[in-house]
């Protein structure tokens, strides 16, 4: 329990929490002795406004997006009370203010966090209304709450500059550690390889976010003359943790053919699974050291399990003999490549942890890593393209307009207590997708009616306000720290934290309680209602374009690899940045498969085919890991004719998909039949395997070397050209069932 509760409170949820509680909770103290509660409150709120868009960035970039989040939150602010007195007035521009304000989401994962502060701020201006030079102060207020916020994080960024990266890097070290385990969970003979692949994908997309947020931080540091040696061995951490995931999908195989393969013989693939298993154990064991002082170090645990596979190969090869033994000893041999591979990694990240490593230099490593970046711009022309109902931020924005007016209509005409309320649940609650809006309404609610019932029986006993004071702000806290992480707690805690300022400022709690809930219950039923009825953005309507993406990115990765096994020499930059799109982009349709099925069951038709194509392309990115990842670690040979045939034929495969997506008729004269391709193959057996058993003026491991090489090659060309087939295959019946 303690382990668990030390594990929270050094997270990155609760040390942002930490912050806004902060930037909240001291002007409220501090002006409260001095007589000003009021002000000191509306500071608070100007700090709560603003903390939102505070995201992983250069320290640039912070304070800038900071202030302007600040000057945003504190101007619609100062609008709304301007406008509020002129009906005729106020309501189409409160419209037109609620629309240009969602639309802002256009601009990327910062702006939208700033896009929903803005709405925030509006719903909650509400509950305060100034007229003339008060809505001046007011506003100044906020702006100045938001100020602090930043000076906070400022404080909290020079105090421990590195801590917010410690708190991903150990994060992403133990998300890559379940990864492996998952790897090799599929070793076992009865394993269940379908909700295996399904969690892979799960923590692949956990991943990918993780992975961006550092390149933010690690490579906008590493770009600016302020990099330091922390950072580079961070940096180093990071590009070696990203090399592992690739590493850990060159074990991809074909289990069942393994299986069978080596049926009376599972010691050897029981000791592989040991290494897989040891492997994530070691970086486990690292992850939970990151912060630490005293690092984990490797006690040769690491070298006992490769000794021991490397027994198992040997004791397989005297059991059945050299010549019968050879193509096993040949798979197991490259699985053995594979683990020492993922040793060194493992080591490389230990030596970059430890004090050792200080001066340590990234070489070749860092260079071009700006291209790893996206571009920070905000051109107009972003938003006026998105001004279209084929845009989903833009039905999004105009669903939200028109639920938020009505909302607000009915608490301004029905006895609802606080018309505000009912806005910030539907701001709070209201996403683009039909899946999440429902959880979060569910969450909402439960959420509300729990922590209504627990604060009025805390206060029913408590009514020392000190005490209260405290309640609330560790509410406060862990409202926000679980926001999220589970927002049925984050709702519990927050309608606590409600209750408890309410039970200091005003005697009637019950009263409190019985509009929160009805308030809540209100906006929760709008924002559920207008999202399947007001141009719902099913994801059916999405999934193409991201099964598109996939298949793209899928293909670019593989023309890469391609390029490279051609013309060896360095890896460049752009083989980089299409292995991180890639694993993007199958992360984003993995996303787009998981809201599909929070759909109701008629907006399903499609989910079979989808999720076909989810493992598809996930096989497919896995047989190029496998492919580039030999490649990479081995002095291979010229390639061959018939190895660019196929890779052509597999790439036609691909182009076509993507043409079947988009409705479009591929032009191209060339055409591969089936039994070409298993021709081209067979030459491809034949020049290599044959030769090369045959060659007398190649040495031993020569020979050796290159067998493994053309095993591997043609083991991974025929599984992806299989793949490419069936990834063609499900598109065609994907786009019958899903005619645009």
Not at 6 to 32: E, G, H, Q, R, Y
Not at 128 to 149: K, R, T, V
Not at 213 to 236: C, F, H, P, W, Y
Not at 596 to 611: A, D, G, H, R
Request: aromatic share 12%; proline share 3%.
């Amino acid at each position: 329990m303690l382990e668990r509760i030390a594990k929270f409170t050094n997270s990155t949820s609760f040390l942002n929490a930490t912050k806004v509680t902060i930037a909240s909770v001291v002007p409220v103290l501090i002006l409260n002795f001095l007589g000003s509660f009021e002000i000191g409150f509306t500071i608070a709120l100007g700090a709560f406004f603003t903390y939102p868009s505070d995201i992983p960035s250069t320290l640039t970039h912070k304070i800038k997006g900071l202030i302007v989040a600040s000057l945003i939150v504190s101007g619609v602010n100062l609008l709304i009370n301007f406008v509020y007195p002129y009906p005729y007035l106020f309501y189409p521009f409160l419209g037109f203010l609620l629309f240009l304000c969602s639309m802002i989401s256009v601009y990327g994962q910062r702006a939208t966090l700033v896009s929903f502060s803005a709405l925030i701020s509006i719903s909650l201006s509400f509950g305060h209304l100034h007229e003339g030079w008060e809505a001046f102060e007011y506003s100044g207020y906020i702006f100045i709450g938001g100020i602090l916020y930043l000076i906070v994080s400022l404080i909290f960024h020079f105090v421990q500059p590195y801590k917010y990266i410690e708190l991903e890097i150990a994060e992403a070290i133990k998300l890559t550690a379940k990864y492996l385990k998952l790897r090799g969970d599929l070793w076992s003979p009865e394993a269940n390889r379908k909700t295996i692949i399904e969690k892979q994908l799960g923590i692949q997309v956990k991943l990918n976010e993780i992975h961006e947020d550092l390149r933010k931080v690690l490579i906008g540091n590493q770009s600016s003359s302020a990099t330091t040696s922390q950072n580079r061995k961070m940096l180093l951490v990071f590009i070696t943790l990203v090399e592992i995931q690739e590493l850990a999908l060159y074990t991809s195989f074909d289990h069942s053919k393994i299986h069978e393969k080596f049926n009376k013989h599972p010691n050897v693939l029981r000791t592989y699974q040991n290494v897989a298993y040891k492997l994530a154990s070691t970086l486990k064991k690292i992850s939970k050291n990151v912060h630490h002082i005293a690092l984990y170090v490797d006690k040769q645990d690491l070298k006992n399990e490769l000794d021991a596979l490397e027994f198992a190969i040997f004791d397989y090869e005297k059991t059945l003999g050299k010549e019968e033994a050879g193509e096993g000893v040949l798979m197991l041999t490259n699985m053995l490549k594979y683990a020492k591979n993922q040793v060194g990694k493992i080591k490389i990240i230990q030596r970059a942890l430890s004090l050792a490593m200080q001066s340590y230099k990234l070489k070749d490593k860092d260079k071009e890593l700006e291209k790893f970046l996206t571009p920070q711009y905000y051109p107009l022309r972003t938003l006026t393209e998105n001004l279209s109902f084929s845009s989903s931020i833009f039905r999004h924005s105009v669903r939200l307009t028109i639920t938020i007016l009505i909302g607000f209509i009915i608490g301004k005409f029905l006895p609802f207590q606080n018309v505000y309320w009912i806005l910030l649940t539907i701001i709070v609650i209201m996403r683009p997708g039909y899946g999440l809006t429902k959880e979060r309404s569910y969450n909402r609610i439960f959420g509300t009616i729990l922590g209504g019932l627990l604060a009025f029986g805390i206060v029913s006993v408590v009514q020392n306000h000190v005490a209260l004071s405290i309640f609330s702000i560790i509410c406060m806290l862990l409202g926000i720290s679980f926001t999220q992480i589970n927002y049925k707690i984050s709702a519990t805690f927050v309608t606590m934290y409600v209750v408890f300022i309410y039970g200091i400022l005003v005697p009637d709690v019950v009263e409190v309680i019985q509009f929160r809930i009805l308030d809540s219950l209100a906006g929760a039923i709008l924002a559920f209602l207008a999202n399947q009825f007001l141009w719902p953005a099913w994801e059916f309507i999405n999934t193409p374009i991201h099964i598109e993406n996939s298949i793209r990115a899928n293909r670019v990765y593989l023309k890469e690899i391609a390029d490279f096994y051609n013309k060896k020499g360095e890896i460049p930059t752009s083989y980089r940045l299409a292995r991180k799109n890639v694993f993007i982009e199958i992360g984003n349709l993995m996303t787009s498969f998981q809201r599909m099925m929070q759909e109701p069951k008629s907006k399903q038709k499609t989910l079979p085919l989808v999720n076909k194509l989810v493992v598809l392309n996930h096989s497919l990115l896995s047989a190029l890991a496998s492919l580039s990842t030999y490649i990479q670690s081995h002095q291979t040979t010229s390639a061959s004719e018939s190895f660019n045939y196929i890779i052509k034929t597999i790439l036609l495969n691909l182009d076509h998909s993507i043409s079947t997506l988009k409705n479009e008729t591929l032009l191209t004269d060339t055409f591969f039949g089936k039994e070409d391709v298993t021709l081209q193959f067979e030459e491809m057996k034949r020049n290599n395997l044959t030769r090369l058993a045959t060659d007398k003026y190649l040495d031993k491991e020569t020979r050796q070397a290159q067998m493994q090489e053309a095993q591997m090659v043609i083991e991974q060309l025929i599984w992806m050209s299989n793949l490419a087939e069936k990834i063609l295959k499900i598109t065609k019946d994907f786009k019958a069932t899903n005619p645009d």
